[in-house]
């Protein structure tokens, strides 16, 4: 698991580089600490993504914007590790650079979130789900809100039908992943 998560933190400072984002010109999240500007939906499925279906699925959220995959402004790159993908969004009001994450495995083997559920029912829901999807902002361009915007949408569309639980890292809470949420988050609405 460390050599993952060393692997994904190499191909980060990489792409970073690449783009021209990292050092002095970096611009930091406010406050003292980094904050996790994130949305995690749990589920049972697993859901397969590569470099040319994601731009798809960005590109019918943003028409013109995500393909053709030459593009520079906005653009997906995939990682070595399959399920991880680079994503630089400059769509305004959905700005920023993002961790895009499909993972075949319990979000509890990652994050100790579910023992933040007060909720029985709903941390039982948590920990039974299998897999999980992930989109985080790696490097904010705009703001803030922006950021949770595209994050919002791009979820709403890419979380596989039988999506449970609803994880925000930040603030460490998780609400059911409902019709009603979806709409919400397509409607660019987060939690």
């Not at 984002?21 to 999240?29: D, H, R």
Request: net charge neutral; hydrophobic share 50%; with cysteine.
């Amino acid at each position: 698991m460390k050599q993952i998560f060393w692997m994904l933190g190499s191909l980060l400072a990489a792409a970073l580089t690449w783009i021209g984002l990292s050092g002095a010109g970096a611009q930091s999240l406010p406050g003292s600490r980094r904050e996790m500007v994130s949305l995690v939906a749990l589920s049972n499925s697993y859901v397969d993504l590569d470099v040319q279906s994601l731009s798809k699925a960005l590109d019918e959220l943003y028409p013109g914007k995500f393909v053709p995959l030459e593009q520079q402004a906005n653009f997906v790159v995939g990682a070595r590790i399959p399920g991880q993908f680079l994503v630089k969004s400059t769509i305004p009001g959905a700005a920023g650079l993002f961790m895009v994450q499909s993972v075949p495995g319990p979000y509890t083997e990652f994050s100790d979130f579910a023992q933040f559920i007060a909720d029985a029912s709903l941390r039982r829901t948590a920990e039974a789900q299998r897999c999980w999807l992930s989109i985080d902002l790696v490097h904010m361009i705009t703001n803030k809100d922006e950021a949770y915007r595209f994050i919002a949408v791009a979820l709403a569309k890419l979380a596989p039908a039988d999506a449970a639980v609803l994880a925000k890292p930040e603030n460490n809470s998780a609400v059911l992943f409902t019709a009603e949420l979806r709409s919400r988050l397509a409607a660019g609405q987060p939690p």
